[in-house]
């Protein structure tokens, strides 16, 4: 939870909290939800929301018609609804999106009142919490990504020698959370009713789901007792609550000092760094705390990996070691082909002919934010051959469309140059960073 771009009464109060937390790890908080529900709370909860940009839920009410009859109406009324403490949430729309590695995933999306309710709720308690993670936990926290967990895997495959890598993988991580261990890890902290009502009502709130034969209604979350829902703004701090139990296990049961084994999270994703002859211990260890924790371990998915004989992916990366000019080898990372490969496709759906209708500056402007986008995250350890890859596809791709939109055949290489491209209609070449990372590579 950021302190930085909150108002700064809301930065005040959150910095208390957080202070107060931190001096005192084993204090509990009986008053929260009058602090909820401030006004200055809400409203900040309301502008997040609105920053999002997210897709209505299932009352199909959005962000444009809440200001046109009077945003500050709208607030005032959920504010009362929370003062008085009869604010209940709504059902969750639930919708599929595809999964990295296939299939898909259930998207739990609550109407905008709940997310502000959510928001407003993450804000206090955010800062409570946070004080409590593991410094190995690098999923939704401040000032921690992505990156900065990749990094912390190299330093531990260089500078401490792991040379074994347990690559595990959970299967369906946020549903199988079980409900009642996980308002034990909220209720550790939080001590105020009214807030812990609330949360639990969040997890065991009904699911709508539109199919060709009507909407159906489910209440699995709350028949199953597990699952914080995918899509929910307090569902990554809930999420990282109960994996926290995991961390707390491996160190209090001597894992990391016998093993010498370091884990390192980011949401459900996990490795565990091992030194030669560890990683089979490291292995079977994990798989019995997941399994007392309510855990279950996706088989198909969890490996060993011995470097530097093998690499494996993590957050998008693949890890391991690669050979450099002069066939000098280095430990460091690179984007996987999986990553590649998604981009690739998002390029190719939105270069086929069906989109002919649109103009050559629309299909620009959406190809532009998604290469843009890539490349930022993508930015760590070589990535030139990377980039070059994605740079000529998208040209050619473009050029085609751009043949087919004038209902001809053929490459386009002649009718259209990469500087017509990339100049004149304003398509963004990747260019690689002027230095890679020092601790992406060496």
Known sequence: MS?????????????????KAKTEPATRFYSLWDKVCRADVVLEAYRRCRANHGAPGADGERFEHI???????????????????????????RVWIPKAQGGERPLGIPTIRDRVVQAAVLLVIGPIFETDLSPQQYGFRTGLDA????RRIHFGIVQRGAREVVDADLSDYF??????????????????????????????????ERTPEGVRRSTEAKNRSRGTPQGGI?????????????????????????????VVNYADDLVILCPPGNGERALEAMRHLMDRLGLTVNEKKTRLARLPADRFDFLGYTVGRFFGKDGCPYWGTRPSKKSIKRLLGRIHDATT???????VQSRIEELNPLLRGWAGYFSQGPVSRSYRLINDYTARRLRIWLMRKRGK????????????????????????????????KV
């Open 3 to 19: 302190l930085g771009t909150s108002p700064e009464k809301v930065r005040t109060l959150q910095t208390a909290l957080q202070t």
């Open 67 to 93: 200001e046109d009859h009077g945003r500050d109406v709208w607030l005032g009324r959920l504010r009362q609804e929370l003062c008085a403490k009869t604010y209940r949430p709504q059902p969750l729309l």
């Open 147 to 150: 990156k900065m967990a990749l």
């Open 175 to 208: 549903q199988t959370i079980p409900h009642g261990d996980l308002m034990r890890c909220v209720a550790r902290r939080i001590a105020d009713g009214t807030l812990l009502a609330v949360i639990r009502q969040w997890l065991d709130a009904p699911v709508l």
């Open 234 to 262: 307090i569902s990554p701090l809930l999420a990282n609550l109960y994996f926290r139990r995991f961390m707390l296990a491996w160190s209090r049961h001597g894992y990391a000092a016998q093993l010498r084994a370091e």
């Open 353 to 359: 002919s069906r989109w002919n209708a649109k103009d």
């Open 409 to 440: 055949r053929g490459t386009g290489y002649r009718q259209y140059s990469d500087q017509f491209l990339y100049d004149t209609w304003g398509l963004i070449r990747l260019v690689p960073p002027r230095a890679n990372l020092s601790n992406a």
